[in-house]
């Protein structure tokens, strides 16, 4: 093996804060295949050069072309009393508007529609931004809470439970749209997958190494700058005020936590969709969809809807709760398997978004006017709204409270 000598000074130390859990190590420069984790916590701290800005612009144009063919085409058709009915995902969200759920509607259109659309948009936004010197600093921040809102995986499987739900009645066929929507799915993915913000702050805004001892270096909770604060207490990359710990966590997620504990009592007890066949009106909650999904045979597709519509919101409570109580009983036991948990939750939380693409497709492919008609229950605005509230739960829930029983002044370096 040969040694290389090094010409010229040493690089700088680079210190950096976990955003998980506060611990100071120092991060050396990463190769393009390189990860950083927490010494401590085992946290993604910084990943290596993914993918270039250029390269997401052209995968961003590509998405952009595909999105009104894949948002008003017809995804699924069914044939029903020799009629064909196509089901978009467009009309959709307007059927579910126009039967008095607009605010329900609103959840669907931007977990499918908004936040997809709003990534392509700030993508591009900071290539011609940048040329045309623009202010680019609220999009890279808006982008790193962005992520967890693009939900387009989830409708497509939400597709597949609506067909299965559906060809009882009538047979079904796919639609022209249905290969762009995919695309589309594929190529959003990637886009999140090689999107890496702290890669666009360090190009567009590049920082000297901040000075003084690093033990009274400050983690900006916005844009993840390890630094000191300019005088006007305010992070010098982003500008926002760094504060030692987020506002008012506790409080917040504990009123986030409670609002969508109340809310799934009657989103669990009434009825979730309502069918009208053959003169007959059938109420389904959302335990006996599952129970009528594993009676027909369906027992993958009722196993998925069970853990995405039951088991996933029950268990982000259970989680949250323990979470929070241990935070205040100032618990300094099992600190990484309580961090574990929390990024369980973060991570599978969005999958409760299920049972209401469903119905929205559902709503698209039957309507009232036919012998055979789907119409949705009440119980789908409580249940999309404790939804909503446990993702904010789990986003407002400051990790570092956790770790604060535990507080070490050690310094690491990483390989």
Known sequence: MKIR???????????????????????????????????????????GRVCSLPRLIVIAISILVLMPFAYSEPLISIRLLGTRIDASLFEGILQMSSQGSPLTASMVAFCTIGAPLTLVCSILYLHFGSKLGMNLKPVLLMLDRLKDWVMLDIYLIGMAVACIKVKEYADIDVGIALIAYITMTILVTLTLINLNIEQLWEEFYPQRPPKGAPSSLVLCLSCKYTGNADPHGRCPRCHVPMTYRYKYSLQKTWAALISAIILLIPANLLPISIIYANGQRLNDTIFSGV???????NLPIAGVV????????????????????????????GLKTRIRLLRLVTWIG??????????????????RDQLLSFTMG??????????????????WLDSRLIWDAHATGHIEYTD
Request: hydrophobic content about 50%; aromatic content about 10%.
């Open 5 to 47: 000598t090094l010409s010229g000074p040493l690089p700088q130390k680079r210190y950096q804060r976990c955003s998980e859990c506060d611990y100071l190590f120092i991060l050396p420069p990463l190769l393009r295949t390189q990860t950083a984790h927490c010494p401590r916590c085992n946290s993604k701290v910084e990943k």
């Open 291 to 297: 129970v009528s999904l594993a009676t027909s045979g």
């Open 306 to 333: 069970f853990v995405a519509s039951v088991l996933v919101p029950f268990t982000k409570v259970v989680v949250l709760l323990t979470l929070l109580l241990s935070i205040h009983f100032k618990a300094n036991q």
């Open 350 to 367: 969005r999958w409760s978004m299920l049972d209401l693409f469903v119905i929205s497709l559902m709503m698209s492919l039957v309507n």
């Open 378 to 395: 009440p119980a789908a605005f409580y249940f999309g709204s404790a939804v909503i509230l446990t993702i904010l739960a789990v986003e």
